[in-house]
């Protein structure tokens, strides 16, 4: 069964820094990977997916990477700002599973 | 266009009791799903449906039934509840099962007493 892992569970940084939150997993044979924002007592917001043939997706600040080989994904975040607080999750699609499966999260709080 | 909608957005049940969970999505997807999210657990699939008329078992479908009504709409029935089924449901859709950007609910937050 796939494991995915998101490491720090929770994140402090001043605004204006540039962050980076990581996911792994554990089979590297996706479909893809989607990175996800969810704001408190609110539903999940896509904010890139990056299929198994990519290296790497970008909107706006945020950058995407994946490399399958070692089962990691990154998001980095440029300038973050306050309205950047939320926790970001990721999301693996397995092709030994018709289902994506999800790390726990990190939670992200940008100090003004 | 509201995308993927829930309802109800509370609810508190007591052991024992029955509910469905409604969900419909206005994207024309093929795919949809159902979630619980539980802290410390992330979300853990427990139905899905990749097309009109077909339903699979997710990664927790125990206590659980489902209905693809039609392509719009997916409910989860809860059909003797338990204080262990207390959790957040989430509802998503995609157009393709599994491959491609998923639109998720809003969320019903379900308390089993």
């Known amino acids: 069964k796939q494991e995915v892992t998101q490491i720090p569970a929770a994140l402090s940084v001043p605004e204006g820094e540039n962050l980076v939150l990581n996911c792994s997993f554990t089979?590297?044979?996706?479909?893809?990977l989607q990175w996800f924002r969810q704001d408190p007592g609110k539903g999940l917001t896509s904010l890139l997916l990056i299929q198994s043939s990519q290296r790497e997706q970008t909107s706006g600040r945020l950058n995407a990477s994946l490399d399958k080989s070692s089962g990691r994904s990154t998001l980095y975040i440029a300038a973050s700002q306050p309205g950047d607080s939320a926790t970001y999750l990721c999301a693996v699609s397995s092709r030994t599973g018709n289902q994506f499966y999800f790390g726990t999260g990190t939670s992200l709080t940008v100090i003004p | 266009n509201a995308g993927v909608t829930q309802t109800p957005k509370f609810q508190v049940l007591k052991t024992g009791q029955s509910m469905t969970l409604q969900c419909a999505q206005d994207?024309?997807?093929?795919?949809m799903y159902w979630y619980r999210q539980d802290p410390g657990m992330g979300l853990r699939l427990i139905y899905y449906s990749a097309s009109e008329g077909t339903t699979d078992k997710g990664e927790v479908p125990n206590g659980y039934n489902v209905s693809r009504l039609n392509k719009r709409e997916f409910s989860l029935r809860l059909e003797s509840a338990a204080p262990s089924q207390t959790s957040v449901y989430f509802c998503?859709?995609?157009?393709?099962?599994?491959?491609?950007?998923?639109?998720f609910g809003p969320g019903t937050r379900l308390t089993v007493l």
């Open positions: 089979d590297s044979a996706i479909y893809n």
């Open positions: 998503a859709s995609s157009e393709l099962l599994a491959a491609d950007t998923q639109y």
């Open positions: 994207m024309n997807h093929n795919s």
